[in-house]
């Protein structure tokens, strides 16, 4: 069974940063494209960041140079590391997989930057 379990989430001032992980099970995750997506209440899901099974990286221009994700085989575990971190930042944050015709999703974990 496929499980990805996200961790990391809190209340941080604008400016500071947080780190997230997607602890993944039940795939083999070294051959599996991974991805961030967030969601703020009443707004649409969006595509954060990705990153293939070879490391290659995408990100959204809103957070590109301040988010950097990455992934290690050997835990599978997938990051995503958040500096400068802006109000507008604030969603919930879910992990993401595909494999074949069925989509994976974490339960989320909550980002709120606030003073």
């Known amino acids: 069974q496929v499980q990805l379990v996200e961790s990391g989430g809190g209340l941080v001032q604008p400016g500071g940063s947080l780190r997230l992980s997607c602890a993944a099970s039940?795939?083999?995750?070294?051959?599996?494209?991974m991805r961030w997506y967030r969601q703020a209440p009443g707004k649409e899901r969006e595509l954060v960041a990705d990153i293939t099974s070879a490391g290659r990286t995408n990100y959204a221009d809103s957070v590109k140079g301040r988010f950097t994700i990455s992934r290690d085989n050997a835990k599978n575990t997938m990051y995503l590391q958040m500096n400068s971190l802006k109000p507008e930042d604030t969603a919930v944050y879910y992990c993401n997989t595909k494999i074949y015709y069925s989509s994976y999703w974490g339960q989320g974990t909550q980002v709120t930057v606030s003073s």
């Open positions: 039940g795939m083999i995750f070294s051959i599996n494209a």
